[in-house]
């Protein structure tokens, strides 16, 4: 069970986790499929004997990955008596590779692993070469041709500062009105180091206060376009100002996303 903010004051335990999404259907619990939070939800009640609730920082789609998804975890514990580093190699032991524990904490009393976070960063890797990478194909987005990485710089500037984001958001079910305005602090490519074999991956890192459905993978999704020489850098500042979906390309593939960290003060 995934559950809301933490209300009554109680502590409880905060879990880094990574994994490879590649696998599951999403974080969240759903009847009928393997999830990361259904998988990590079951290994934790078996170790702590008793049953727990879940919060998790980012939802993350079915597909995306994660290196610092933040997890509350809830339910009648002493957290301040569980041996922490004993659980998490349980915990290792019984989900990794695949998912892997990287830390256990006792969080401070009122602490909530998604209402307490105040920014996120994702990544988004991009292979821009002939040939794809067997070694990479799970992780990234694999493009045949070069990217003009100047232009694609250069328009995810225009991301920057506060924004609707509708062309770029799912809008939430049951819930037509939900503002999709959020604010955008970082928006940068960088080249990674390669390996003998041609460039090395391309890096897009964006960071911003909260994200909303496929917003990320939307706005990789134009600015790779922009890379092939498609959209100009101006085409992104006017997909914004239509707050039209209809304006957006295909989606970029789930497999290329990551949420990289979680900001908390």
Sequence with gaps: MVSGPDVTGRDHLRLLVAYDGTDFHGFAENAGVRTVGGELRSALTTVLGSPVELTCAGRTDTGVHARGQVVSVRGELDAASVDRERLRASLVGMLGPEVVVRSVDVAPAGFDARFSATG?????????????DP???????????????????????????EHDFSTFCRRPKGDPDASLVRRVEEAAFRREDGEGDGPGVL????TASAFCHQMVRSVVGLLAEVGRGRRSVADVARA???????????????????LWSVRYD
């Design 135 to 161: 070694f990479l194909a799970r992780q990234v987005w694999w493009i045949p041709e070069s990217l003009d990485v100047g232009a694609m710089g250069a328009a995810a500037g225009e991301l920057l500062g």
């Design 120 to 132: 996120r960063t994702y990544r988004y890797r991009i292979l821009d070469r002939p040939d794809p």
């Design 240 to 258: 914004l100002e239509a707050r039209d979906r209809a304006h957006l390309p295909t989606l970029a593939p789930p497999r290329g996303l990551t």
């Design 203 to 206: 890096r897009f890192e964006i």
